[in-house]
């Protein structure tokens, strides 16, 4: 079995694949400060609470925007795992071309989205991941990665709402019954999301009109995607597990 595992900046996911099929899938909150130890115990845990034998895991690939997490995580799957994990990054297969003037930057998570939504729905495409940052990536029909828009995520422009104003408090993050809003936190909830259901959508029909790509798909991902993705008919298509089928795809393009 493959343990596909995406470093994100709040959460660090976990995807099984037996196969070409994604058995399980678990999460932990990231922490950059753990020792190679601590992952191996939570990691070694959480397969055991899946009723998987860790003997069954033989191969691993991860994908990290927290540079701070590899040296530890990559310890912990040899030690723990006894296999060696393919990191993604400059000089691993991916299938498409980072066509910018500098493809160092282009994240890890980035590259994995875009891997996976060119071959899961072809090009082009532009996937939206609904992450601790909000990512716009666009895969042309050639499969070259053009163009990468970055925008505050939910979760932070929500922190930015309760964090930096005295009277404002911590809320849930979902759509109010009406944006007509009259009480603080529905008031608050109705700018977050409706606030980024108008991004999205803006972004999406500039992105469309620069381009020319009036036959581009649209592909959400990312734990607040859902929210957005029933709430506009923009979006074609939202699929959680994206990024985990991305570094599969990549683990086998590479093996």
Known sequence: M????????????FGLFDGRELKKTFSIMTAATRTSDEYGLVITDLIDKQNIAIEKITAAVIATVVPNTTHSLTNAVKKYLKCDP???????????RIDTPN???VGADRIVDAVAAYEKYGGPVLV?????????DLVTEDGRFTVGITAPGIRISARALWEDTAKLPEIEIKKPKSILAQDTITSMQAGLVYGQIGQTEYIINQVRRETGYDNMRVIATGGLGSIIANETDMIEVYDRQ???EGLRLIYDRNS
Not at 2 to 13: E, K, P, Q, S
């Open 128 to 136: 939206i991941d609904f992450g601790t940052a909000t990512t716009y």
């Open 2 to 13: 493959l343990l596909a595992i995406d470093v994100g900046n709040t959460n660090m996911t």
């Open 103 to 105: 493809p160092k930057e």
């Open 242 to 244: 994206l990024t985990l």
């Open 86 to 96: 393919l990191l993604v990054g400059p000089g691993v297969k991916t299938g498409i």
